[in-house]
């Protein structure tokens, strides 16, 4: 007891310059510490399939409505994923030229939502005006959806009628982490309908790019694909071809 005595003593006269601290982390505070640097925030949700038969661009669970694509798999982009080596991606934002409507619609009527705008639902009211686009840039896009130009999303029949929001966990290949890409993915019921998104690539996925499914046995409009797929949350190698 007196050795402790002097140790404790000796201790606190040189806490100032040798910095003694007679406190030490609970094991409760070290068990949080530990759990919190092990835990994964990315958010790689889930979507649904719509609906082709309005002849508006549908994507795997995003409506293609004039107001925009909104679903759950959109929001936060995911970071720190693989670095890999996709053939298609997104290295910076690309916007889409307004789209020419023929007269006699409500293109161009002035607006301040898209109720104001008529041709049964089909228009959108953008920047203060009615049109058959959702959008001309990314910023357009609600929940960090991504723009994508006429013709490159596509609805029954292969209908595109101007340009729409598709929903996305990324816009750019540097929202995916250091060597990350940030893909166009077709329908998981094949690449007829086009692009119906942008998502990262993750370490769980089975395929990068659409060769890499060469052994699928799936050979869908030129070839097999490598698709997104909502219900696992990460790229598969498609194994259904329809068109509508």
Known sequence: MKISGLVWVACAALA?????????????????????????????????????????????????????????????????????????????????????????TDAGAACSTSADCGDAGQMTCLHGACSVDQCTADADCPNGGVCSCMGQTRGYAGASPGNVCVPANCRIDADCGAGGSCSPTPSTSGPFYGIVGYYCHACSDACTNDDDCADAGVSCFGGPYCVRDPAVGHWVCGTSCSAG
Request: proline letters at 8%.
């Open 16 to 104: 100032a310059h040798a910095g003694c601290s007679s406190s030490s982390p609970s094991p409760a505070s070290a068990s949080s510490t530990i759990t919190d640097a092990g835990s994964d925030g990315s958010d790689d949700g889930e979507v649904t399939a719509g609906d082709a038969s309005s002849g508006l661009p549908v994507t795997d669970g995003a409506s293609a409505s004039p107001e925009g694509a909104s679903d759950g798999d959109t929001g936060t982009p995911s970071t720190g994923g693989c670095p890999v080596s996709a053939s298609k991606h997104r290295a910076a934002p690309m916007a889409c030229a307004a789209t020419a409507t023929d007269a006699g």
